[in-house]
């Protein structure tokens, strides 16, 4: 018996390291084009067991989506929620209430449109000069300055026709742009962008600017604060458990029109609250991304308050407090101050701005 056993762990020996052989024989006959990224690679139990953990995280992100989708619809059903987006032509409002479909509002007046690219028109043309400011081997500019001023002559010759633009504005748009031609005229003339002469341009194309910008914001405000007192009328009580949310990119976030229309009708004790201001990394946004923005916020604080028993902490960075901490304990070791805002609670109510007073202007009024 033991002679018949032998015999056979000598024989599944064998057929082991025959089978063996011919995997590595098979693995080394391969073609170019699969040995470059066929076989095993070798890896520790530290690095499966470490794979394993960071999985979890990713992992995750699908239990947050369907847990999402489910949020955002529990949400829908019981609160109105009002977007408010940026968009090139003066932004888009939209109101979401349980049970019914969603109203897109009207649209900011053409005129403001009208004003915002006459401005910029302006704006652009500083884009193309300054690169080439004196330096006259440069010829860079040229092409592109005379296809815009194709462009800017086309627009100032219909200006009369448009029907958009009231009457007593249109002496200011055409100053613009017949200035704007006008110096285009002498830099293509010349063939070069020069400092004194683009100072000058500057300086007289800005008081009709800001004139303008002062009609388009105003232009603005007054039709979303139109519209938010239809709405607000429309939702009656339920105006009181209505969310709302504005995106912005950084330099947008400070004096945000959209935000500060909302701000009106929701109230002190609503920002940060039921009235959120996300910062997306580009000026528009789809509704569906700003609806997804909201619900993890949402969603988030419910987790927090059944984790931690705080309902907005999770609006909070978690491991700000104890990273600040660390900061100034190790600034401590180098001998030096740290440097930190004010700690703020959990539920602020600050506006998502700059807020603290101190010198220097704080609009186009006050520059000089």
């Given at each position: 018996?033991?002679?018949?056993?032998?015999?056979l762990?000598?024989?599944?020996?064998?057929?082991?390291?025959?089978?063996?052989?011919?995997?590595a024989?098979?693995?080394?006959?391969?073609?170019?084009?699969?040995?470059?990224?066929?076989?095993?690679?070798?890896?520790?139990?530290?690095?499966?067991?470490?794979?394993?953990?960071?999985?979890?995280?990713?992992?995750?992100?699908?239990?947050?989506?369907?847990?999402?989708?489910?949020?955002?619809?529990?949400?829908?059903?019981?609160?109105?929620?009002?977007?408010?987006?940026?968009?090139?032509?003066?932004?888009?409002?939209?109101?979401?209430?349980?049970?019914?479909?969603?109203?897109?509002?009207?649209?900011?007046?053409?005129?403001y449109?009208?004003?915002?690219s006459?401005?910029?028109?302006?704006?652009?043309?500083?884009?193309?000069?300054?690169?080439?400011?004196?330096?006259?081997?440069?010829?860079?500019?040229?092409?592109?300055?005379?296809?815009?001023?194709?462009?800017?002559?086309?627009?100032?010759?219909?200006?009369?026709?448009?029907?958009?633009?009231?009457?007593d504005?249109?002496?200011?748009?055409?100053?613009?742009?017949?200035?704007?031609?006008?110096?285009?005229?002498?830099?293509?003339?010349?063939?070069?962008?020069?400092?004194?002469?683009?100072?000058?341009?500057?300086?007289?194309?800005?008081?009709?600017?800001?004139?303008?910008i002062?009609?388009?914001?105003?232009?603005?405000?007054?039709?979303?604060?139109?519209?938010?007192?239809?709405?607000?009328?429309?939702?009656?009580?339920?105006?009181?458990?209505?969310?709302?949310?504005?995106?912005?990119?950084?330099?947008?976030?400070?004096?945000?029109?959209?935000?500060?229309?909302?701000?009106?009708?929701?109230?002190?004790?609503?920002?940060?609250?039921?009235?959120?201001?996300?910062?997306?990394?580009?000026?528009?946004?789809?509704?569906?991304?700003?609806?997804?923005?909201?619900?993890?916020?949402?969603?988030?604080?419910?987790v927090?308050?059944?984790?931690?028993?705080?309902?907005?902490?999770?609006?909070?960075?978690?491991?700000?407090?104890?990273?600040?901490k660390?900061?100034?304990?190790?600034?401590?070791?180098?001998?030096?101050?740290?440097?930190?805002?004010?700690?703020?609670?959990?539920?602020?109510?600050?506006?998502?701005?700059?807020?603290?007073?101190?010198?220097?202007?704080?609009?186009?009024?006050?520059?000089?």
């Amino acid at each position: 018996m033991y002679k018949i056993l032998l015999r056979l762990t000598a024989g599944m020996l064998a057929a082991s390291l025959a089978t063996g052989s011919a995997l590595a024989q098979g693995t080394t006959n391969l073609p170019d084009y699969l040995a470059n990224i066929s076989g095993n690679t070798a890896s520790s139990p530290s690095d499966v067991a470490t794979r394993d953990l960071l999985q979890l995280d990713i992992g995750m992100f699908s239990l947050y989506d369907r847990a999402s989708t489910i949020y955002r619809r529990n949400i829908l059903a019981k609160h109105p929620i009002i977007l408010a987006m940026f968009t090139n032509q003066g932004g888009q409002l939209m109101l979401f209430r349980p049970g019914q479909p969603p109203i897109t509002a009207p649209g900011v007046p053409k005129v403001y449109q009208i004003l915002k690219s006459t401005g910029h028109s302006t704006m652009a043309i500083s884009q193309v000069a300054i690169p080439s400011v004196n330096n006259p081997a440069d010829k860079r500019w040229i092409a592109p300055m005379a296809a815009y001023r194709t462009q800017m002559k086309t627009a100032l010759n219909g200006l009369d026709a448009s029907t958009d633009i009231q009457a007593d504005w249109k002496p200011a748009v055409k100053e613009i742009l017949a200035t704007n031609v006008a110096y285009m005229d002498d830099c293509l003339a010349k063939g070069s962008v020069t400092l004194e002469p683009l100072l000058a341009f500057a300086k007289k194309q800005g008081p009709n600017i800001k004139l303008i910008i002062n009609w388009a914001a105003s232009t603005q405000v007054k039709h979303w604060m139109g519209v938010m007192d239809e709405w607000s009328k429309m939702l009656g009580p339920d105006m009181a458990k209505t969310y709302a949310a504005s995106n912005t990119i950084y330099v947008a976030r400070q004096n945000n029109v959209l935000f500060s229309v909302l701000a009106q009708y929701f109230g002190p004790e609503a920002i940060n609250d039921r009235l959120m201001l996300i910062e997306t990394m580009g000026f528009t946004t789809t509704p569906e991304d700003m609806l997804t923005a909201m619900t993890r916020i949402i969603g988030d604080r419910s987790v927090g308050e059944l984790f931690f028993g705080n309902y907005k902490i999770m609006d909070f960075e978690l491991m700000g407090g104890d990273g600040r901490k660390t900061i100034v304990s190790e600034m401590q070791k180098r001998g030096k101050q740290p440097f930190l805002p004010p700690a703020v609670p959990f539920g602020s109510k600050q506006w998502p701005a700059l807020i603290t007073p101190g010198p220097g202007p704080t609009s186009l009024d006050d520059l000089k």
